[in-house]
């Protein structure tokens, strides 16, 4: 039995192969995960109902796993009606969970939409994994680092 608590078998084998600033997205729901991914990326549909599973969960678990070098979210354009709200809640729980996780020194980093997507399209791009998140603005775009240990 594995000591890490990511224990999916599709997810494990990709990110074994995967090397340092690889890139893996975790998305929400309402990310359009067939059509922007990168050319090399594989697509592991996480989505059983609405909210199961969810985006803080994914990256709790794989944090578990794989180093992180860079997280970034997708950033809410000025001129987009929800960014009258403010940062969305969901990235305080991110925040939270890099603490838990022992990467307190990495900062989430905001890429508006549209370049958010250009980031996800490169051939860096090896994993989609797509939750059923239905908060708003949760997609998280993962770099992987290096083993210092």
Known sequence: ???????HPEILRVVARAGHHAKILIADGHYPA?????PNAELISLN???G????AQVLRALLSAVPIDHVNTMGIPPDDPYAKFGEPPVWKDY???LDEAGNSALKLEPILKWDF???VESPDHILTIQTADTALWANVLLSIGVRTN
Do not use: F
């Open 117 to 119: 997507y250009k980031h």
């Open 95 to 97: 925040r939270t969970i």
């Open 34 to 38: 067939s059509t922007k991914r990168g």
């Open 48 to 50: 059983l109902a609405p």
């Open 52 to 55: 199961v599973v969810t985006c």
């Open 1 to 7: 039995m594995l000591k890490t608590t990511l224990i």
